[in-house]
């Protein structure tokens, strides 16, 4: 954290635990996949509506159905048949150079 410290100064409020970093919070972006954050839904338990943006799909199972949070999974994680897009392949365009 002090390197952090060091770049963004006093512009940003620092927390020492996940419990500390999302109390509060409306909006939770899980921005790297540490440990810690999987531990994340255990510090849900109030009932404060909150938003999980979670790039990593990190908390998919644990979090799609609880009652309190919206979550958003982005990227590519664990998916089953039916979430994968299936998409018609492109014709190739091929060039001749003279």
């Given amino acids: 954290?002090?390197?952090?410290?060091?770049?963004?100064?006093?512009?940003?409020r620092y927390a020492d635990?996940?419990?500390d970093c999302i109390g509060g919070?409306?909006?939770?972006?899980?921005?790297n996949p540490e440990d810690e954050?999987?531990?994340?839904?255990?510090h849900l338990n109030g009932g404060t509506p909150v938003v999980i943006?979670?790039?990593w799909r990190l908390l998919k199972t644990e979090l799609?159905?609880?009652?309190?949070?919206e979550y958003v999974g982005l990227g590519l994680g664990p998916q089953s048949e039916e979430?994968?897009?299936?998409?018609?392949?492109q014709q190739a365009?091929?060039?001749?150079?003279a």
Avoid: C, W
Wanted: aromatic share 4%.
């Fill in 37 to 42: 954050f999987r531990r994340l839904p255990q």
């Fill in 1 to 12: 954290m002090q390197n952090a410290r060091q770049v963004l100064g006093e512009k940003v």
């Fill in 17 to 19: 635990s996940v419990k």
């Fill in 83 to 89: 979430e994968v897009v299936r998409r018609e392949p």
């Fill in 64 to 69: 799609q159905e609880h009652p309190n949070v």
């Fill in 93 to 97: 365009t091929t060039y001749q150079v």
């Fill in 53 to 55: 943006i979670d790039p």
């Fill in 25 to 31: 919070a409306s909006v939770i972006v899980l921005a």
